[in-house]
C-alpha cells in the first residue's frame, strides 16, 4: 500500500464496508472481517483512485467522438476514479439543468466520480458572466472557458472578481489568442515542415495577464496544461509572492517534442502544442519540485475521420485517461523519484487543486484513511505494456504514444479499480 498523502508505505490489507475503508493493517483476515468477497492483490501495488483534472467526456453533442458509457470505462481501465471535465460540450455547460443531468448520468453508470467545470462566461463568447451561484448549486467544482479565450480583459477581470466573492477557483489555459491561431510550436521543426507556429509569447503574454488579475482580485486560479519553459518560471515567482494559483502539466508535453511531429503525424496534433526539448525538460523539472501540481491526461477522443486529415487541418487531441498512470510512472523512472513522490502529482496533488469544492470527498480523495471513501488503483508495479489502439476502451483510438518506433514501453499495469467500494474494472 503506498498513500502519498500520509506517506504510508507498507504490507497491508484493506478492509472495506458501505463505500468506506473500515480498517488497514496486517493479516485482517479472520480478525472479524467476514468478507463477501477478498481480492488477492500479492504482487500489487494499491493507491488511492487517481484523479484526473482534464479529461472531455464528448457527451452531450460530440457523441460520435465519444460516450459517457466508453469514457468512464477508459477512465476506471486507468485506474482513475475522480475527474474533472471541461464546459465545452454542445450546448455550453452554462445552465444548472445541463451539468444536473450530465452529472446524473455519470452516477448511473457507477464508474467514475464527474466533477464539471461551469463556462465562465455564456455560451464560452467571453462577454457575459454566468451565474456562477446557481452553477456550483448544481454541481460545479469550478469554472472554465476551456481552450477559448476571453478577449476582453475587461470581462476577465469582472469574471475573478464575482469568483473571488463567491470563493470560486477560476481555471484558465494561458494562450493569447491572437499569438496562438497555430498548429505547431514555433520553432525549427514548425519552419521545415511549413506549418504556421505558436510562439512560447502566446503563454507568456497571456501568464502575464492573469497573473497581474490574480494579483488584483485575489481570485484562485488554475492554470491549465502548462507546455513553456518560460510558463513554468513564472508560476514558480507567481506562487513564490503567495498569489493563490496552481498548475498542471499533460501526458503529453511531459514526454514528448515537436521533433516526434516527425512527417505530419496528425497524431502529435494537440493543444497545447508540443515544444522544444528545453521546454519538455522545464516541465518535467517543475513537476517533480512541486511548481506544478499535477499531472493530466488530457483526455479528448477524436474521430477518426477528423484526425485523418493533413496535420493543419486535423482536430487536436488525443485520448489518454487509459495512459495516465503509466506515463507518470515512466516519468518518476525517468526522474529517479520514489514511487510516493511519482504517484503524488495524479492524486494527492490533483486533490490539493480542487480543494473544498469536492464537498464531502475532500477529507479522503486522493487518500488511503480510515473511514475515507474506497476509491482504490491496483496496479502491477512489474508489469510493462505497448498501446494498442485497438484495445483501448475510450471511444477515440488516436493516440502520440502508439506510433511505430516510439520505443516507449509503459511500466505499470492497473488490474482493478473500485470507486466507493465497487469494482468498476477488473483485468486481472
Not at 84 to 108: H, I, Q, Y
Not at 267 to 275: A, C, E, F, I
Request: overall charge negative; glycine content about 12%.
Amino acid at each position: 500500500m503506498v498513500d502519498p498523502a500520509s506517506g504510508r508505505d507498507e504490507v497491508a490489507d484493506v478492509a472495506i464496508a458501505a463505500d468506506r475503508i473500515v480498517r488497514i493493517g496486517p493479516g485482517l483476515a479472520g480478525r472479524g472481517f467476514d468478507a463477501e468477497r477478498i481480492i488477492d492483490a500479492t504482487g500489487l501495488v494499491v493507491v488511492p483512485g487517481l484523479v484526473d483534472l482534464a479529461a472531455r467526456l464528448r457527451e452531450p453533442g460530440h457523441e460520435h467522438e465519444g460516450m459517457l458509457e466508453s469514457e468512464l470505462a477508459a477512465a476506471a481501465a486507468g485506474g482513475v476514479t475522480s475527474l474533472v471535465c471541461p464546459p465545452d460540450t454542445d450546448p455550453v455547460l452554462d445552465e444548472p439543468g445541463l451539468v444536473e443531468m450530465l452529472k446524473f448520468r455519470a452516477r448511473k453508470l457507477s464508474r467514475c466520480r464527474v466533477f464539471p467545470l461551469g463556462a465562465l462566461t455564456r455560451g464560452l463568447e467571453g462577454a457575459v458572466l454566468t451565474e456562477m451561484a446557481e452553477l456550483t448549486a448544481a454541481g460545479c467544482i469550478g469554472f472554465s472557458q476551456a481552450d477559448v479565450a476571453v478577449r476582453d480583459t475587461n470581462v476577465l477581470m469582472r469574471a475573478l472578481q464575482y469568483a473571488a466573492t463567491f470563493g470560486c477557483t477560476v481555471w484558465l489555459r494561458p494562450q493569447d489568442p491572437w499569438l496562438g491561431g497555430g498548429v505547431a510550436a514555433s520553432g525549427a521543426v514548425a519552419t521545415r515542415l511549413g506549418l504556421s507556429g505558436v510562439p512560447v509569447q502566446a503563454e507568456t503574454i497571456a501568464l502575464h495577464q492573469i497573473i497581474e488579475l490574480v494579483r488584483a482580485t485575489n481570485a484562485r486560479v488554475h492554470l491549465a496544461r502548462l507546455s513553456s519553459a518560460a510558463g513554468v518560471a513564472l508560476v514558480r515567482a507567481a506562487k513564490a509572492a503567495g498569489l493563490p494559483v496552481t498548475a498542471d502539466v499533460s501526458i503529453n508535453s511531459l514526454h514528448l517534442t515537436d521533433v516526434d511531429i516527425g512527417y505530419f503525424n496528425a497524431d502529435m496534433r494537440l493543444t497545447p502544442p508540443l515544444r522544444q526539448g528545453a521546454d519538455r525538460d522545464a516541465l518535467r523539472a517543475g513537476l517533480a519540485d512541486g511548481t506544478l501540481d499535477a499531472l493530466v491526461s488530457d483526455h479528448n477522443p477524436v474521430a477518426d475521420d477528423m484526425k485523418n486529415l493533413p496535420f493543419g487541418e486535423a482536430e487536436p487531441g488525443a485520448t489518454g485517461l487509459e495512459l495516465l498512470l503509466s506515463l507518470a510512472l515512466r516519468w518518476g523512472r525517468d526522474s529517479g523519484l520514489e514511487l510516493a513522490r511519482t504517484l503524488g502529482c495524479v492524486t494527492q496533488g490533483p486533490v490539493r487543486v480542487l480543494g473544498e469544492s469536492i464537498g464531502s470527498l475532500a477529507g479522503s480523495a486522493g487518500r488511503l484513511v480510515e473511514g475515507g471513501v474506497a476509491d482504490l488503483c491496483l496496479f502491477d508495479p512489474g508489469a510493462e505494456w505497448a498501446v494498442a489502439p485497438e484495445r483501448l476502451r475510450s471511444q477515440g483510438r488516436h493516440t502520440p504514444f502508439s506510433f511505430a518506433g516510439s520505443g516507449m514501453a509503459l511500466p505499470g499495469r492497473v488490474c482493478a479499480t473500485l470507486v466507493a467500494g465497487t469494482i468498476a474494472h477488473e483485468s486481472r
